[in-house]
Every structure is written in C-alpha cells, then in structure tokens.
T-cell receptor
C-alpha cells in the first residue's frame, strides 16, 4: 500500500523569504502522479503543483517549484518570495497512474504561517 | 463553470439520526470522489464513482455509509445512525479522464458534520 509522510506539522516563514516543505512517499509503483494542494483557513483545497513520475524535469508554477527525487521517493515543495496569502495547510498527495484506482493518498499536512 | 459545490456546508445532528449530503461536480467531469477529513489530518478516501458506477469503497466505510450517483451527475452520501465519531469534514472532488488536467481532482468546500 502507498503511504505519504509529511514530517513537518508546522512551519513559519517571513514574508518574502523562501521555505521548503518536505514530503516522502512509499510505493512499489513506477508510474504515478504527485501533487501539492493548499487548503487556506476555512476555504477549499486548491492544486498548487503536480508532477508526473516519468518526467525527470521538476515542475514549476510561478513562485512554487518542486524537488522531485524519484529514487529517494522525495517530493518537496519550495515557495519563493513568500506572501501572506500563502498561509495555509499544505498537503502532499500521491496517485498511481496505472488503471484501476484513481484515488489520492494524502499526507497529514504541514501548516504554514507566513509572518509579516 | 462554478466548480464543485456541496450542500449543506454545515450540519449539526444528534447521535442516531440519519444525514445526507449532496455534491455537484464540475459538469464535464466523470469521476467523483468522497473523502473524510478530521482536524489536523489529511483527507481520507471513502469512495469513488466513474459515471454512475461506484468502483471502489474504502474499508473505512462501514455499512452505515452509502453513496449514490444515480445519473452520473450529482452524488449523495448518506450516513445512517450517526455516531460522534462521524464528526468530520466530508469533501467531494471531481476529475476527468482526458484533457490537460486529467486526473487532477477539483475539490468542493466540504460539508462539516457535527454529531452531538
């Protein structure tokens, strides 16, 4: 069974600084997706960034980028130039790409607070 | 497109009562998922549909829980004889099988259930 581990329950960062959130996962699959979702306080979850395991290039989306290390089964999220609006819970999620189940397996989340 | 919607947003009920939640997915999405999220945790998969077919149910889903998606559009999740342990946020998500955002799940705002 796949598992996703986020070892940092809470983090804080000064506005305009850079922060990295960690995620590791365990799977025997070779073909899968990884995602980072953001859940602001009392608001719905939205996708931040996605990575397909067969792509070696790390995904980037404006101020958000990932460091995907397939052999190490690590998928960290870097937020550059942090903004107050980045304050949220961040969840790492895994989905296998082969046919059958298309459910996400989520980590327990990292609560990020951006300080003014 | 207005995104995934869920009703009601909040539900308070007494132990032993039945409750029903509704999810309206994004119109062209043929996959629909239900998750449960408790405080400080990531979402846990409950069940998913492809069109009207329920393709997988989690072992977390006791026989008090039932979900339907009768015409492949909206879905309902019913909990019978509610227990205090059912108190949680119930999240719905939808996705499509093709297109640039295939397999990306779009989440609704959730229904927060409190069982007294």
């Amino acid at each position: 069974a796949q598992t996703v581990t986020q070892s940092q329950p809470e983090m804080s960062v000064q506005e305009a600084e850079t922060v990295t959130l960690s995620c590791t996962y365990d799977t025997s699959e070779n073909n899968y997706y990884l995602f980072w979702y953001k859940q602001p306080p009392s608001r719905q979850m939205i996708l931040v960034i996605r990575q397909e395991a067969y792509k070696q290039q790390n995904a980037t989306e404006n101020r958000f980028s990932v460091n995907f290390q397939k052999a190490a089964k690590s998928f960290s999220l870097k937020i550059s130039d942090s903004q107050l609006g980045d304050t949220a819970m961040y969840f790492c999620a895994f989905m296998k790409r082969t046919s059958g189940t298309y459910k996400y397996i989520f980590g327990t989340g990292t609560r990020l607070k951006v300080l003014a | 497109d207005t995104g995934v919607s869920q009703n009601p947003r909040h539900k308070i009920t007494k132990r032993g009562q039945n409750v029903t939640f509704r999810c309206d997915p994004i119109s062209e999405h043929n996959r629909l998922y239900w998750y449960r999220q408790t405080l400080g945790q990531g979402p846990e998969f409950l069940t998913y549909f492809q069109n009207e077919a329920q393709l997988e149910k989690s072992r977390l889903l006791s026989d008090r829980f039932s979900a339907e998606r009768p015409k492949g559009s909206f879905s309902t999740l019913e909990i019978q004889r509610t227990e205090q342990g059912d108190s949680a946020m119930y999240l719905c998500a939808s996705s499509r099988v093709s297109g640039g955002d295939q397999n990306e799940q779009f989440f609704g705002p959730g229904t927060r259930l409190t069982v007294l």
